[in-house]
């Protein structure tokens, strides 16, 4: 059983496009992590949410922690070729161990 | 800016080999991991590590398996007789106390 669900696993869109990407779960979490990953490289903390309803931005990526903390989004605006890559959650329930979902596969096409 | 460095980045070896997989984590974090990704599939837990001893680790950290951080910097996975199924990514992470987790850039192992 996956954990934390991320969808759509593969999203391809033009550049200056807006994506929203989602990751889910019926578990509720004490923090909530999103990382980019690319190809044979190690994941990179990208932001990390907390608080139930938060809302962080990142340049033109919004990150949104639901009201119970289960379920987060990612929303990129404008999206440039240099946002390709895999976004990953990561959910943590208070024992510092995190849980990943599989990711979700951006393709910003020029 | 600190990082975690991972050594090597690729490591081929035979079915029934051990091998070592080598971690420098950030040297003033507390939490140790290690994560692998099999190719194409999501980033599993393999095992944490905390104040040198393993804190919590997963169904897949069988007896196969061991870390050690033999002298304060390193911290080292093993896998004492590889089967071609622990063909993956490993990935060593460290935490800050916030759970803010730093990861190598990885080691790839091939087991054939």
């Known amino acids: 059983t996956q954990l934390l669900e991320q969808s759509p696993q593969f999203l391809s869109i033009q550049e200056g496009e807006n994506l929203t990407v989602y990751c889910n779960s019926s578990?509720?979490?004490?923090?909530l992590q999103w990382y980019r990953q690319e190809p044979g490289e190690g994941p990179v903390l990208l932001v990390t949410?907390?608080?139930?309803?938060e809302v962080k931005k990142l340049k033109r990526l919004t990150f949104q922690f639901g009201d119970a903390r289960k379920d987060s989004s990612l929303h990129i605006t404008a999206a440039q070729t240099g946002d390709t890559g895999l976004y990953l959650c990561?959910?943590?329930?208070?024992?510092?161990?995190?849980?990943f979902g599989k990711g979700n596969q951006v393709v910003v096409i020029p | 800016e600190p990082e975690v460095t991972q050594t090597p980045s690729h490591q081929v070896t035979q079915m029934g080999q051990e091998v070592i997989l080598r971690c420098v984590p950030i040297?003033?974090?507390?939490?140790f991991y290690w994560y692998r990704q099999i190719l194409g599939q999501k980033v599993e837990f393999l095992v944490s590590?905390?104040?040198?001893?393993?804190?919590?680790k997963s169904e897949i950290f069988d007896d196969q398996f061991s870390v050690e951080r033999p002298d304060g910097s390193n911290f080292t996975l093993k896998i004492r007789s590889t089967k071609l199924e622990d063909s993956a990514m490993y990935f060593c992470?460290?935490?800050?106390?916030?759970?803010?987790?730093?990861f190598g850039q990885g080691t790839r192992l091939t087991v054939v």
């Open positions: 590590f905390y104040n040198n001893e393993i804190s919590e």
């Open positions: 578990s509720v979490f004490s923090s």
């Open positions: 992470a460290s935490f800050r106390v916030n759970t803010e987790a730093f």
């Open positions: 040297s003033n974090h507390l939490y």
């Open positions: 990561a959910g943590e329930r208070g024992n510092n161990r995190l849980a």
């Open positions: 949410v907390v608080t139930g309803g």
